[in-house]
T-cell receptor, first 117, second 110 residues
Framework: DQQVKQNSPSLSVQEGRISILNCDYT??????FLWYKKYPAEGPTFLIS?????DKNEDGRFTVFLNKSAKHLSLHIVPSQPGDSAVYFC????????????????FGQGTILTVHP | NAGVTQTPKFRILKIGQSMTLQCTQD?????MYWYRQDPGMGLKLIYY???????DKGEVPNGYNVSRSTTEDFPLRLELAAPSQTSVYFC?????????FGPGTRLTVL
């Protein structure tokens, strides 16, 4: 039962253009969503997050959009840079017993982003 | 401030051997987690802890054990290693929802 899905295993974009990474979820109890970036041989690093009470959150070149009715979120990177080439994971939390998830995250499979110079 | 550290970085085990993966954080976070990542897959939660002396199972706990005697340390024990436990293991700590990850331990069971 894959509660968080990233249906695109990979994405290739040109430097300077927009990168759009997508994520779908099935658990309507999720109330907090995060994007992590992972370079080879390193642990994931936090990129940006959004609470379910918002539909957009922006941080520099990175913007996350949340569509709760569609159970869909996306990460936009503008402009894309070669250093953005990495694996991007979508993650979700919330809906645990007693109303708390103890910060536990459910991850998608990841999308490999390649930005070409 | 080292963040989350994990040892060892790499390890090869024979089937049936045991080992402990070490994890230490210096951010005074109450919550700590162990994940495994298999090729082409996302991270799956093995065990988590909400504070010293309190641990609970995640999505894939079979074949593993944990303990949390201090806020800083959260070791993961593999008993009777099996080829299915070949994976990359990540430890993380969190003040709440944003988790901070260690660099990972790549484990191969032959």
């Amino acid at each position: 039962d894959q509660q968080v899905k990233q249906n695109s295993p990979s994405l290739s974009v040109q430097e300077g253009r927009i990168s759009i990474l997508n994520c779908d979820y099935t658990n309507s109890m999720f109330d907090y969503f995060l994007w992590y970036k992972k370079y080879p041989a390193e642990g994931p690093t936090f990129l940006i997050s959004i609470s379910s009470i918002k539909d957009k959150n922006e941080d520099g070149r990175f913007t996350v959009f949340l569509n709760k009715s569609a159970k869909h979120l996306s990460l936009h990177i503008v402009p894309s840079q070669p250093g953005d080439s990495a694996v991007y994971f979508c993650a979700a939390s919330g809906g645990g017993a007693g109303g708390t998830s103890y910060g536990k995250l459910t991850f998608g499979q990841g999308t490999i982003l390649t930005v070409h110079p | 401030n080292a963040g989350v550290t994990q040892t060892p970085k790499f390890r090869i085990l024979k089937i049936g051997q045991s080992m402990t993966l070490q994890c230490t954080q210096d951010m005074n976070h109450n919550y700590m987690y162990w994940y495994r990542q298999d090729p082409g897959m996302g991270l799956k939660l093995i065990y988590y802890s909400v504070g010293a002396g309190i641990t609970d199972k995640g999505e894939v706990p079979n074949g593993y054990n944990v303990s949390r005697s201090t806020t800083e340390d959260f070791p993961l024990r593999l008993e009777l290693a099996a080829p299915s436990q070949t994976s990359v293991y990540f430890c993380a700590s969190s003040p709440w929802d944003e988790q901070f990850f260690g660099p990972g331990t790549r484990l191969t069971v032959l």
